[in-house]
Structure formats: C-alpha cells, structure tokens
C-alpha cells in the first residue's frame, strides 16, 4: 500500500506569482515548493509520491514538513487555528532621543507601560551621550516593557556594560563602527555596523534578514499591518506618531495623553493593511513572512502602494544584484487601480534570464 503524508499543521503553504514556499512556524524556516506541489497540500489533502514526485516527496520530508498519515487517521489533525490576539493597547513603540531632550522621556515610557507596551525601540541621535542612554533605560526596570532595542553611535560607552546590568535590554546596534561584527553578550545580541545612522530614514528596506518566521508574527500578518499595528513612536521632539518617519503628528508627550492620541482615526487607518491587499507584494511569496512599510512607498497618497525601499522581485523570483533581475515595473504596470502584471513581458524576460543561466 502507497503511503500517504500530510504537512504538519504549522507548516503552512504560501504560493507566489513565480515561487510558491512552505513557512514552517515552529522551526522558523521557509522552504521554496514547486507549484504543483502546492497544489497538492494546499488545502491539507494527504499526499505520495505520485502527486509530488518521489523528489520532492523527499525533500519534504527531510525537512521534516511532512509527517506519514493512514488516511483513516486524517481527521484526527485538523488545521491550526489562526488567530492574532492582542490584548495590550500598544504592542510596541519607538522613542527617540536627542541632546535637546524635548520631551519627558520617563514620563512617555511610563504611560507605554501603563497600555501594556511590551517591547521598545530607543533611538539615540549622534549626539546623546551614554549616560543620557541609560538614565532611560534605568527608568525602564520595574516597567511592563520587558524586551528594549537600542541603536546609538559607536565608541560612546561600553556596550557590554549595558548589557549585562540590563538583562531586559535585548539588542543593542552600534552605527558608525570601524567594523561589523557580532557579540553575543548573555541574552543580548551586540551588532557593530560601519553603517551611518540617518534615524528613521532607514526605515523600511526589505531583505532576506529581516524576515520574521514565527506564529506570532504570521497570524499577525493575516490580518494586520506587522510594522504599525498598534505600535507608537515618538519623536525626538516628543511628537506622537504611527512611524517616527510618518508625516502625520497626533499631539506631543506631555500635553496629549498617548491613550489619546491611539483613539484618534487617523493613527489606527493603516493598522488593517496587510501584504495581501497591497501591490505587488500580493504576488510575492514571503507576504507571510515580511515586515511591510506604510511609509516609504511609491505612491505616499495610495495605502496599498508597494513598498518603495523592496528590492526583490517576484515576478522573475530574483533579488536586484542577482542574475536576471529586472525591475518590477518591467513586468508590469502601475496603474491608479494598482500594479497588473503583464504575463507576456514576463515571459519574455523569464526567457532571457534562463538563457543567461
């Protein structure tokens, strides 16, 4: 007798214009499929060799993504229910800081804590010096927010110091580094780039290492934006926005409660955005799995426009740098209505890149 496999259930198929892939949220990994085996497991029907090839029914089960499966035993594996809740008003926030300290920055972390923020990004200007840095992150302990993120410049003050009295700090970036590197310092991680720090304006180029493989963030992408739902930042004015890089303010720290400035409707208008309604993405295969900037897009006036800052196509599956990239509007073209790909142009270019392969 043939035997049958069935995909576990939080290994869950994403299919693209051009790639389909596997997101394995337990393990953390994405693995590419061939369409026709997405077909198959796509709607959780058991599976052997002769739907997938023998192949590909190999690989699936080396990467342990597929389990054996008598078929009188299929109902007792029901699909994984997906389903983001999140009960905290804030799920994260970012302040900035700067030598001016325009704002009370205490007194902004500790209204975060009161609406349940849990994890917070602290943006240190050039010019803020190390003591500074830390008189917040002291006023941190004791708080609801239990995971801090830190960028400042490098050679202010000993980052290993910061990491080892604060275990509460769980990465710490330093920009304008001699080198890159990577330290492991207990439970933080310490990244040194050569990289200049621009602030916000880094914010929202998308690459492989971002990519985020887990429940939580997968059932929050389902059915909500990952980078702005229910997140706030506050400027290194105390101004309170959505993105510290959005141009839209809803009040200041100090004379707008940031409960208050949450309720308004414009903060919460993109919160419901996913890569699934927006422009290109929707044909991308790591929807799933890819933080998505409302900001820096190509059209600021449209709230689906496709991110401004992605530098992956896939339409021809390709990176830029890689061979056989081409841009995405040559595969296509924007529209007021949105991007409609242009099947033939694909073709064309597919042709081209299997030709230089």
């Not at 927010?145 to 990491?163: E, T, Y």
């Amino acid at each position: 007798m043939t035997k049958k496999y069935k995909l576990f259930a939080d290994c869950i198929p994403i299919r693209g214009y051009r790639r389909c892939a596997v997101c394995d949220l337990s393990n953390r990994n994405l693995f590419h499929i061939r369409e026709s085996t997405y077909i198959a497991i796509a709607h959780g029907d058991l599976i052997d060799a002769d739907d997938v090839g023998i192949d590909e029914l190999n690989a699936l089960i080396s990467s342990n993504l597929v389990f054996e499966c008598p078929p009188e035993l299929v109902g007792l594996f029901p699909p994984m229910r997906m389903e983001h809740v999140q009960p905290m008003a804030v799920r994260s926030a970012i302040a900035e800081l700067d030598i001016q300290k325009q704002y009370d920055v205490r007194e902004a972390i500790e209204q975060l804590s009161v609406l349940g923020c849990a994890h917070l990004q602290i943006l240190a200007y050039a010019d803020v010096m190390y003591a500074d840095i830390e008189s917040v992150i002291t006023g941190i302990e004791g708080k609801n927010i239990i995971n801090v993120d830190v960028v400042l410049r490098h050679g202010i003050g000993d980052l290993s110091v910061m990491a080892d009295r604060y275990p509460f700090v769980f990465s710490i970036t330093a920009y304008g580094a001699p080198r890159t590197d990577m330290q492991k310092r207990g439970g933080c991680s310490i990244l040194r780039t050569t990289e200049p720090f621009t602030g916000c304006r880094q914010c929202g180029a998308v690459a492989p290492n971002q990519f985020v493989c887990n429940r939580e963030f997968f059932f929050l992408s389902g059915g909500y934006n990952t980078c702005l739902y229910r997140k706030v930042a506050i400027d290194r004015e105390g101004y309170i926005r959505s993105c510290p890089a959005s141009p839209q303010r809803f009040g200041r720290v100090g004379e707008t409660p940031i409960a208050g400035a949450m309720s308004q409707p414009g903060f919460r208008r993109l919160w419901g955005i996913t890569k699934d309604r927006v422009d290109v993405c929707r044909d991308c295969e790591f929807r799933r799995v890819c933080p998505d900037c409302r900001v820096f897009t190509r059209d600021p006036h449209s709230p689906t426009a496709h991110p401004a800052r992605c530098a992956y196509n896939p339409y021809l599956a390709r990176w830029a740098g890689q061979a056989g990239y081409a841009p995405v509007e040559e595969c296509g073209e924007f529209t007021p209505g949105g991007f409609v790909p242009d099947a033939e142009r694909i073709a064309r270019l597919l042709e081209q890149q299997d030709a230089h392969c």
